[in-house]
């Protein structure tokens, strides 16, 4: 299980898995707005409402360039 530390946006989280193996996760078939973009705010918020500092268990898909 990977512990949630931060959330970056609306689609995308910080999750440390391990004692010091944090990672960046872009969460799949989310569309979420940026920060910067109109309710980028609102998502980032309602994101963090649900997930941070919950432990989940994440798969790799595949990673992100």
Do not use: N, W
């Amino acid at each position: 299980l990977c512990l949630v530390m931060g959330i970056s946006d609306g689609d995308t989280i910080k999750v440390l898995c391990g004692i010091d193996d944090e990672e960046k996760v872009r969460l799949l078939q989310i569309d979420a707005p940026e920060k910067k973009q109109a309710f980028g705010t609102q998502a980032k918020q309602t994101l963090s409402d649900l997930e941070y500092d919950h432990r989940r268990r994440y798969r790799h898909h595949f990673f992100d360039q």
